[in-house]
C-alpha cells in the first residue's frame, strides 16, 4: 500500500461507494422538512362537537383564545371546554368562576344551530351574571 503522504494525495479515498450513500441527503432533506413544518405549522385542539360558525357580516376584531368557550352543535348538544354538559350545568359553572375579574365567554354555535337553543342559554347567562359574552363567526370570504 503506497503513503498517502508520499505522492500529496493525502484526501484519497479508498473506500469503495456504498449504495445507502445516496439515501443519506435525502433523509437530511426529510428531517430539514419535518423541522420547517413544525416551526411553521400551527396546532389547535380538536373541539369535542363538529360546529361550523356562521359567517360574519362585517369585520371585527380577532377573539382572544382565553376563557371558557360553549358550543352548541345543530342538534342542540352543548359543552363547555371538552365536556358535553346540559345548560343549566354550563351556566352553574361559568357561574362559578364570576369573581373580581370579569368573565369572557365565547359561545360558538354551529350555523344551523336554531335561536331557541342560543337564546335561552345567552338568557340564563345573563340572569347568572355573565354579561361578557362573544358570539363566535369567521370572517366572510
Do not use: C, W, Y
Not at 35 to 50: K, Q, V, W
Not at 84 to 100: F, P, S, T, Y
Request: proline letters at 6%.
Amino acid at each position: 500500500m503506497s503513503d498517502p503522504l508520499a505522492n500529496g494525495d493525502f484526501f484519497a479515498s479508498e473506500r469503495r461507494p456504498d449504495r445507502n450513500d445516496r439515501l443519506i441527503p435525502m433523509i437530511n432533506i426529510v428531517f430539514l422538512l419535518l423541522t420547517f413544518f413544525m416551526i411553521a405549522g400551527t396546532f389547535h385542539a380538536a373541539e369535542l362537537l363538529d360546529i361550523e360558525p356562521p359567517e360574519a357580516s362585517a369585520s371585527g376584531a380577532d377573539l382572544p383564545d382565553e376563557g371558557p368557550v360553549v358550543l352548541i352543535a345543530r342538534d342542540g348538544t352543548m359543552a363547555l371546554g371538552d365536556r358535553k354538559m346540559g345548560m343549566d350545568e354550563i351556566v352553574a359553572v361559568l357561574g362559578g368562576k364570576i369573581g373580581d375579574e370579569p368573565v369572557e365567554v365565547r359561545v360558538k354555535a354551529d350555523r344551523a344551530a336554531r335561536v331557541k337553543m342560543v337564546l335561552p342559554l345567552l338568557k340564563k347567562m345573563a340572569d347568572a351574571g355573565i354579561i361578557h359574552v362573544q358570539l363566535v363567526a369567521v370572517r366572510g370570504k
